[in-house]
């Protein structure tokens, strides 16, 4: 589904710049910075990851109902 595909590049892009707001927080020696960026990169990537466990768990679903359909097939 091209939705979850969205969200993967989304969170994953998000995550990614949340890591780089940490890199630029710590060359300015920013350290409320920093903390705010480090929390976001954390929400950012169990984003992300939450994501990518939808989007293999909605793959095997579909290879299971799949599986199902040829199976009938196969006994009609």
Known sequence: DTDYVLDLDNS??????????????????DTEAEKAAREASAKAKTAWENTKSAMKEAGQDTKEAYNRTLEKAKLD
Request: aromatic share 6%; glycine share 6%.
């Open 12 to 29: 994953e892009r998000e995550y990614r710049q949340a890591e780089n707001d940490i890199v630029v927080a710590v060359e300015k020696g």
